[in-house]
DNA sequence: ACATTGATGATTTTT
DNA sequence: TCATCAATGT
């Protein structure tokens, strides 16, 4: 076999290599990484040391001295835009093309796998993914069948129940049963199962789970990827839950005689320090496991930043030592302290995004800086407000991240709902997106007789139009028999053909012309259509479709040579035996058995379900960048800054529930602090209003472990206002924010006004005063949504004081005062 | 069918 | 506070 007769080759391939231009300006860790002897190893890569130049050169490397074959590695990542990445670093670093690896991302490749061995998964040939939208409505309508209690197991609770245990890699049957609830909760587990079999659509989970199985069961389907998978790397390795360790430790080797074996390389590649997903299954853990079951003899540490001066750095490490259980690793630089990380302290958090504003506006003018290398990062999405509304009013154009992808609009989504009918007439998720959107008078109480009949027919939505009766029924089957026609007149047509065909045909178009917001959805549909396009065009489909044209340099063996039509059979040798399609982004939707492939509209559905597309606003513009800290990992900016730094905020007062959650919430405070490259602030506020109510919050517990030289205070001295000046810019040209949420917020000027009253008086936390508010009864007051009205009663104090206030139109209201804000009018 | 109201809940999120 | 969503009313 080759890998054998390559990797003896590999001493002189690898000094030969040395003076490769691929590993020149390569750090002797960074070398050492990327020219790694075969064997399992763990590179602990420190924020912004290079990882992923580390990454590709090393398989770079590997293909370059003929240790690899681009059809024996896997690079595995978690998300579409660093498989992106990698790819499109590789593409440029090498001569010849990157078509027989497979880089994606976990969920890619587990597609790949499953529609290469569908039959075998025992999944339909075209099978459909939900998303996480889709999961839940699918789970809503089991709930509602099964007459299932929402009130004990609402539909969000079972569905992460659900998805916890895929998660876990528990089918039904692995669940311990303890108590009844969960007992509960494993049959609609169970019946949620049987519902996707029948319909033939999996969830993300069952991406990972149902190809898990399929490698842990089918050992000759295994034992072909063991063989030709030598070289897997792994990106971002502390993300990982249990079940991809398990999908990859397959992949990786057999367990004999209770030892793991594996004649594999697997390289992961992470940092423990910037491990913030344990929320969502990601386990640490991994990373021991890893080194223990795995043997791994060599681990490498990148330590050297090339990314922040010393002064930032020296921050994120004194406060990421405060943490224990870690592997150990220290951050270093080149470049000099450069300027100390400065510390504000705000009155109220409209100020501290009022000094963020004059900041930013001072970094731009005097100091050079561009606006898109400037970043507010916050601890949670509810603090973007009023740095929106701040920016906004200062005529700065910036950016929020992590708003509706493309693929998730409504429009699109419904869109995607017609399509998806097309291809399957019994995916049940899509047929309720749809049959009455745009409204065609089948109303709740038609669609529930129908799910009835479905029910009781063990049939499919659509296969029970026929059985329901009356105009009803009527109706029903004129929807049905509509998606029939389109399906017919679909049949042969281009891609983009077809969706134009449906936008028009099904009424979306006709229907948001008639709505009043509807220009941009019907934007958003054409630009569905241009996806499209470009999908097909890109992933070449349409010409060329079954035989791969192969470049010689890849040097491929006969298994990625190997005519599709060859297939796969389960009881053949596998050992020379050609079976593999699953070449590149193309031969990947090839079926290894039969020789099938998508169609293209098959392909594009699986890419809207895959990859929910962009999910910043419009891009274009130089604007500030305004994102969660978990949003913002990966990415790197001159200045950062970060608000809120608060107890109870950051570290989140929900974090400090869960064992580990401050370390995880410091380790998100890392993550947050070595974005900077040159500039970082850090804020925190003395008052913020949060879920309608004024919090006091201390300082968080985190600047305690910061390094004093490192720091400028330089929140100005307290004397009365301070230096704050409310709502500065106010009246601006409106249309300058890339946003635009606040465009028609009259009510804005009138409440940054009634907060300045905060700042004459600051706030004494939990002490008492006597009402500050002065209202009275007789008096009258002025409401930001119910206008004037007359003060009828007061009766309470402090927090608890309320009033009675009659609003002519509006009628008369208790309203509590420290909620509502009350201006009283002469 | 559609608008309006009231309850609800509100870290973090990719696939 | 404020968005979302199911339930209710016209």
New binding site residues.
């Given amino acids: 076999m080759f890998p054998i007769d390559l990797l003896d080759a590999t001493p002189e391939g690898a000094s030969s290599a040395h003076h490769s231009p691929l590993l020149a300006n390569l750090n002797d860790e960074q070398l050492a990484a990327v020219t790694l002897p075969a064997g399992h190893a763990l590179i602990l890569a420190g924020a912004g040391s290079g990882k992923t130049r580390v990454l590709t050169t090393r398989i770079a490397w590997l293909l370059q001295t003929g240790q690899a074959t681009p059809g024996s590695i896997l690079a595995v990542t ?5 498989a992106k990445e990698m790819l499109a670093r590789l593409s440029a670093m090498l001569p010849y093309n990157v078509r027989g690896m497979w880089i994606g ?4 490749l587990c ?1 790949r796998l499953l529609r290469a061995h569908y039959q075998a998964a025992k999944l339909p040939q075209a099978f459909q993914i939900l ?2 939208q889709d999961q839940l409505s699918a789970i ?1 309508r089991l709930c509602k069948q099964f007459n299932v209690d929402d009130e004990r197991f ?1 539909p ?1 609770q079972l569905m992460y129940f659900i ?1 916890g245990c895929k998660e876990e890699g528990m089918r039904p049957g692995d669940v311990v049963v303890s108590d009844p609830d969960t007992r509960k909760k494993v049959e609609i587990y169970q019946l949620y199962e049987e519902q996707c079999q029948r319909e033939g659509v999996v969830d ?2 069952e ?1 990972m789970l149902r190809s898990f199985e399929l490698l842990r069961d089918d050992v000759h389907l295994r034992q072909h990827y063991q063989r030709r998978f030598q070289h897997m790397l792994v990106d971002e390795f502390q993300d990982t839950n249990k079940l991809q360790y398990q999908w990859l430790k397959q992949l990786a080797g057999d367990v004999v005689e209770g030892r793991f074996v594996s004649s594999s390389s697997v390289i992961a590649v992470g940092d423990d320090d910037q491990s ?2 344990a ?2 299954g990601a386990r640490v853990g991994n990373m021991a496991d890893f080194i223990r079951e795995f043997d791994v003899r060599n681990q490498i540490k990148l330590e050297q930043n090339y990314r922040s001066h010393s002064n930032i750095l020296d921050c994120a490490n004194a406060l990421i030592s405060h943490n224990s259980n870690r592997l150990g690793k220290s951050l270093r630089t080149d470049q000099g302290p450069g300027e100390p990380v400065r510390i504000y302290e705000a009155p109220s958090d409209l100020a501290e995004a009022s000094w963020m504003v004059d900041e930013i506006k001072q970094l731009v003018k005097s100091d050079g800086f561009k606006r898109q290398e400037i970043a507010v990062l916050y ?4 603090q973007s ?1 009023v740095i929106e509304s701040a920016l906004f009013n200062a005529s700065i154009p910036y950016r929020v ?2 708003g509706l ?1 493309f693929f998730e609009r409504a429009e699109i989504k419904h869109a995607l709902a017609y399509l998806r009918l097309l291809e399957n007439p019994h995916d049940d998720t899509s047929f309720m997106r749809v049959v ?1 959107f745009p ?1 065609r ?4 109480r038609t669609v529930e007789v129908l799910q009835d009949t479905a029910r009781s027919s063990g049939t499919s939505l659509n296969d029970a139009v026929t059985a329901v009766g009356g105009t009803a029924g009527t109706k029903l089957q004129g929807f049905v028999a509509k998606m029939d026609v389109l399906r017919e007149r679909t049949q042969g047509k281009t891609l983009r053909e077809i969706i134009e065909t449906i936008e028009e045909e099904s009424g979306l178009i006709e229907h948001y012309r008639s709505e009043k917001e509807g220009a941009d959805r019907i934007e958003n549909l054409q630009e569905l259509v241009t996806a499209a396009e470009s999908f097909v065009t890109q992933e070449g489909f349409g010409r060329d479709a079954v035989a791969l044209p192969l470049d010689e340099h890849s040097g491929t063996s006969a298994i990625t040579q190997s005519p599709v039509s060859q297939g796969l059979d389960p009881r053949a040798p596998l050992l020379n035996e050609p079976l593999k399609p699953a070449e590149g982004t193309l031969a990947s939707l090839v079926n290894a058995d039969t020789g099938e492939t998508l169609s293209p509209l098959q392909a594009f559905l699986v890419h809207a379900a ?3 597309g962009d ?1 910043q606003a419009q891009a274009g513009q130089d604007a500030v960048q305004l ?5 913002s990992k990966g990415l790197e900016f001159d200045a950062v800054f970060i608000g809120g730094v608060e107890e109870g905020l950051f570290p ?1 007062e ?2 400090m ?2 064992r580990g ?1 401050l370390e ?2 410091r380790r ?1 405070a890392y993550v947050a602090i070595t974005r900077a490259r040159k500039r970082l602030y850090l804020s925190h506020s003395q008052t913020r ?1 949060l ?3 004024t919090r006091y919050n201390v300082k968080s517990r985190f600047f305690d472990e910061l390094p004093e030289e490192a720091l400028k205070w330089i929140t100005p001295r307290q004397a009365g206002f301070g230096t704050f000046t409310p709502n500065s810019g106010a009246g601006g040209a409106y249309g300058a924010g890339a946003g635009g949420r606040f465009g028609s917020n009259s009510g804005w000027g009138g ?1 940054a006004g009634s907060t300045s009253e905060i700042f004459a008086s600051p706030p004494v936390p939990k002490q008492k005063a006597e009402p500050s508010h002065g209202i009275k009864a007789g008096l009258n007051v002025f409401h ?1 949504k119910f206008g004037e009205g007359k003060v009828l009663a007061v009766e309470g104090a402090g927090d608890d004081a309320r009033a009675q206030v009659s609003f002519g139109r509006h009628g008369t209201k208790w309203l509590a005062l420290s ?3 009350l201006t009283i009018v002469s």
């Fill in positions: 978690f998300t579409n835009k660093a991302t976990f969920h890619g597609n998303d996480t809503k609402s969000k998805a993300f989970g991406l913030i997903y929320f969502r601890r949670s999405n509810a407000r991240y992590g992808r009455n409204p008078g089948i109303g709740a895959l990859e929910a999910n994102m969660t800290v978990h949003a989140h929900n974090a529930m869960d959650g995880e919430e998100l209003m879920h309608g109510q409440r930001n909620i509502a804000k």
